[in-house]
T-cell receptor, first 112, second 113 residues
Framework: GDSVTQMEGPVTLSEEAFLTINCTYT??????LFWYVQYPGEGLQLLLK?????DKGSNKGFEATYRKETTSFHLEKGSVQVSDSAVYFC???????????FGKGTLLTVNP | EPEVTQTPSHQVTQMGQEVILRCVPI?????FYWYRQILGQKVEFLVS????????KSEIFDDRFSVERPDGSNFTLKIRSTKLEDSAMYFC???????????FGPGTRLTVL
């Protein structure tokens, strides 16, 4: 079945540091890929998505590229801010169904 | 901006009791979902609901679980005969037909004692 593996946390960075959170997936067919973010006390919010190979999703300075050859969708940001502190979830939607399959989530803490 | 809301934010119940978790999806959305996250584990799909019926469910969604859209606005998850292992954060999500984006509520933390 479909599965998502993402980097174990927690990740602690200083403000303006470079961020990478790794995500790899297993799926049949051609899934759509997502990054969701959960700020403290809030629900899951879509951060970015990519629906086909080589697509790059981007939002709020975050980027991720759909790499079919390595089955990866790593999240990157060049310069993190304290306000980026949150839990980040990688997810896929496979095939013809609509359900999302999530990774475990990675807690990011950014210190001033 | 429209959002998905969930009540209550925290529900504590005794093992064997019934609970109802409530969600108000975004008003023009047609697809509805429940997910759960046991502490420290992955967010797991429970059930999807479209056109007033279940379209898909996971093996977690056994016969103790049911969903309902009783009045065209609320979307509820009922768990009968709760077990300790039902303790988790439960997320509701809704999706419109035009995009493949699911919008999530803030979650209900269920604690079964």
């Amino acid at each position: 079945g479909d599965s998502v593996t993402q980097m174990e946390g927690p990740v602690t960075l200083s403000e303006e540091a470079f961020l990478t959170i790794n995500c790899t997936y297993t799926a049949t067919g051609y899934p759509s890929l997502f990054w969701y973010v959960q700020y403290p006390g809030e629900g899951l919010q879509l951060l970015l998505k990519a629906t086909k190979a080589d697509d790059k999703g981007s939002n709020k300075g975050f980027e991720a590229t759909y790499r079919k050859e390595t089955t990866s969708f790593h999240l990157e940001k060049g310069s993190v801010q304290v306000s980026d502190s949150a839990v980040y979830f990688c997810a896929l939607r496979g095939g013809s169904n609509y359900k999302l399959t999530f990774g475990k989530g990675t807690l990011l803490t950014v210190n001033p | 901006e429209p959002e998905v809301t969930q009540t209550p934010s925290h529900q504590v119940t005794q093992m064997g009791q019934e609970v109802i978790l409530r969600c108000v999806p975004i008003s023009n959305h047609l697809y509805f979902y429940w997910y759960r996250q046991i502490l420290g584990q992955k967010v797991e799909f429970l059930v999807s609901f479209y056109n007033n019926e279940i379209s898909e469910k996971s093996e977690i969604f056994d016969d103790r679980f049911s969903v309902e859209r009783p009045d065209g606005s609320n979307f509820t998850l009922k768990i009968r005969s709760t077990k300790l292992e039902d303790s988790a954060m439960y997320f509701c999500a809704s999706q419109d037909r035009a995009t493949d984006t699911q919008y999530f509520g803030p979650g209900t933390r269920l604690t079964v004692l």
